[in-house]
């Protein structure tokens, strides 16, 4: 009786190579011990892959040169990394040249950036980023200039951070959401009721005063105090205890900062409603400039006739267009999106002026025609039954002639633009069809 072979089983190289180096060398050991000398040619092993090119040199078969630097992971990008090993004195130059408002992004992307522009030191830096704005006024005394960047340009709440906050309080310093508003200050009335000051007729003390206070949507009854300053001040009034004099010169050092905001915050009112205005001019610049774009595309194609006798509510609609009235530069990747719509429009407008040319052409030739036949008319009886003067025009054989000028009018019968809206002409190759 022969004794069977057993040969090992063909595996893949890929399987082999997540199977453990130790258990393939065991089961090899067992195959070779349980099937004895083997006479069967052993089959030659697969040549290894070639290696990827990124691949590091150890899989090439080289020698790995030793780095102590760790390979960067792939896909993270470090490119602010390097940018605080720079001498400070060329970063307060680079930085001074930037909008407070980038100025605060950069400051907020690392830690080693916030401490170098964070600190007391480059103060000079924000005084150079806040020149750059044109017709700013000075940073108040009681503000840094980081903070003094972050009230103007950032607009979001400075309670719940919440985004796209525009009510900015400028005598109290911060911006506020419609729900922090409600959260965090205090009426008025509801302060002057907590400061419990005893009524003395030979002194008047006005608590109103010593706070400062916002309009809130331009509505003179609602007027709110931060909820923090007013248990500031309400604590400094306890601390007097009655002292009348102590109070006085309280009110007198209150009052006098609150002018300072005051005074302080007009000058921002002003240059905020500046921006705005400046803002809006440079939209309607935009957008002036963007509707001459297309004018000038559209003449290119023919149609500048047709645009220059528009009416005034089709020159309006053109103007309020959604495609004309946005605030962007026209470049030749928007005009090929917007080309098709703006191509119809002033097709539109061709036939509407195809259509009063006709009219007014029609109207002069019956205008012919009434001062002839009307003193015709003005002879005979009045029982006399007479053909009118849309009559004569139908059925008089000049009407039905092309013009002399050329405009592809004709009369089929009617009055002018009933005619045409008839649609009844000869050469229909010439016609407009308006309906």
């Known amino acids: 009786m022969e004794t069977e072979i057993a040969t090992p089983l063909r595996r893949s190289s890929r399987i082999q190579a997540k199977v453990p180096a130790v258990y393939v060398e065991q089961s ?6 349980s099937a004895g000398p083997s006479t069967t040619r052993s089959e030659p092993k697969r040549p290894a892959k070639r ?9 090439k078969g080289e020698t790995q040169a030793t780095s102590s630097k760790p390979l960067a992971p792939r896909g993270r990008r470090r490119n602010l990394s390097k940018l605080v090993d720079m001498p400070l004195d060329i970063l307060f130059e680079i930085f001074g040249h930037l909008h407070p408002h980038d100025l605060l992004h950069l400051a907020r992307t690392t830690k080693a950036l916030r401490n170098i522009l964070m600190r007391r030191s480059a103060i000079t830096i924000w005084r150079n980023a806040l020149a750059n704005v044109e017709d700013l006024p000075q940073c108040p005394p009681d503000l840094t200039e980081p903070a003094y960047a972050n009230l103007l340009f950032e607009p979001h709440c400075h309670f719940c951070l919440k985004a796209r906050v525009m009510t900015v309080l400028w005598i109290c310093r911060t911006r506020a959401c419609k729900a922090c508003l409600k959260e965090h200050f205090t009426q008025l009335s509801v302060f002057l009721a907590s400061a419990r000051i005893p009524y003395n007729p030979q002194v008047s003390i006005k608590t109103s005063t010593m706070v400062p ?11 709110l105090i931060p909820n923090k300053v007013a248990e500031e001040a309400l604590a400094l009034i306890e601390g007097c205890k009655g002292d009348w004099e102590a109070l006085k010169q309280l009110e007198k050092e209150r009052a006098a900062a609150v ?39 559209l003449c290119d194609l023919g149609y500048g006739e ?98 002399p000028a050329g405009l592809g009018a004709h009369v ?17 190759t010439r016609c407009v069809d308006i309906r």
């Open 28 to 33: 090899e050991d067992m195959v070779s011990s």
């Open 51 to 59: 290696p990827r090119k990124s691949a590091p040199a150890a899989l």
């Open 213 to 223: 206070m916002e309009h809130i949507y331009n509505n003179d009854q609602e007027l």
């Open 259 to 297: 002018k300072a905001l005051e005074a302080n915050a007009y000058r921002l009112i002003d240059w905020q409603i500046k921006q705005s205005h400046k803002r809006s001019m440079n939209l309607i610049d935009l957008r002036n400039r963007r509707r001459k774009q297309i004018i000038e595309r």
């Open 306 to 403: 047709d645009l220059k006798w528009m009416t005034y509510d089709r020159v309006e609609q053109f103007i309020e267009h959604p495609l004309v009235k946005q605030p962007k530069e026209l470049t030749d990747r928007i005009w090929n999106n917007i080309k098709s719509p703006m191509i119809a429009f002033a097709q539109t407008a061709r036939a509407e002026r195809l259509m009063r040319e006709r009219c007014l052409h029609y109207i002069n030739r019956l205008s012919v025609v009434r001062d002839t036949v009307v003193p015709w008319l003005a002879q005979r009886p009045l029982w006399e039954p007479l053909p009118s003067i849309a009559d004569f025009s139908y059925y008089t054989p000049g009407f039905r002639e092309r013009d």
């Open 412 to 428: 089929e019968g009617g009055y002018g633009k009933k005619a045409v809206r008839h649609g009844r002409c000869r050469d229909r």
